[in-house]
């Protein structure tokens, strides 16, 4: 079992252009949840997806949008960077709505965005 | 909104000794209150999970205690090892799937 896979690990932007980030969900698991982690924080929720529409958001921009995949995979969109996008992508799969609520959440190893 | 207070400043133990990491959060008590670890640049990783009507939870060296009416959970690692040494999170959820973080204790187990 693979765990949750992100890609890419690291990428540099120009501030205004645009971004998108991978996650492929532990083997089982049909929700995927995105976090923001800015240096010295905990995650900030970004959005949730699960039936490849999105269940909840959390308090951040229109600029940020995601897609899910029917194989459950998903896509973090990010348009016009600011400096302050820069910080660490964390993608986290789980069963969602269709398993029990008290599981655990697998995190992948993230994707650390810098934007110059 | 919800605010979860963890300890900023880094706790530095002696291997062999416990460890006590404590999270308070304001507002109502969630559904689970769970701990992971982290380590620098990973993603973080999940330990314990213990929900509102339970006050206490072991596995292995770990221990989480929650206390609603004084809305603090406590975590605790016996016998700490250097290998115990990464940010510890306290996490929040109230069945509704969305993980509320806190900052993260950073703990340091020096030989």
């Known amino acids: 079992d693979a765990g949750v896979t992100q890609s890419p690990t690291h990428l540099i932007k120009t501030r205004g252009q645009q971004v998108t980030l991978r996650c492929s969900p532990k083997s089982g698991h049909d929700t995927v949840s995105w976090y923001q982690q800015a240096l010295g924080q905990g995650p900030q929720f970004i959005f949730q997806y699960y039936e490849e529409e999105e269940r909840q958001r959390g308090n951040f921009p229109d600029r940020f949008s995601g897609h899910q995949f029917p194989n459950y995979s998903s896509e973090l969109n990010v348009n016009a960077l600011l400096l302050g996008d820069s910080a660490l992508y964390l993608c986290a799969s789980s069963t969602g709505p269709s398993g029990p609520p008290d599981t655990e959440a697998f995190f992948g190893q993230g994707t650390r965005l810098t934007v110059v | 909104s919800q605010k979860i207070e963890q300890n900023s400043e880094a706790l530095n133990i002696q291997e062999g000794k416990t460890a006590t990491l404590t999270c308070n959060y304001t507002n109502y008590s969630p559904a689970y209150l769970q701990w992971y670890r982290q380590d620098p640049g990973r993603g973080p990783v999940f330990l314990l999970l213990?929900?509102?009507?339970?006050k206490e939870k072991r596995k292995e060296r770990l221990k989480v205690t929650f206390d609603t009416t004084l809305k603090q959970s406590l975590f605790h690692i016996t016998a700490s090892q250097p290998a115990d040494s990464a940010t510890y999170l306290c996490?929040?959820?109230?069945?509704?799937?969305?993980?509320?973080f806190g900052t993260g204790t950073r703990l340091q187990v020096f030989p």
């Open positions: 996490v929040l959820s109230y069945n509704t799937d969305k993980l509320i």
């Open positions: 213990i929900r509102e009507n339970e």
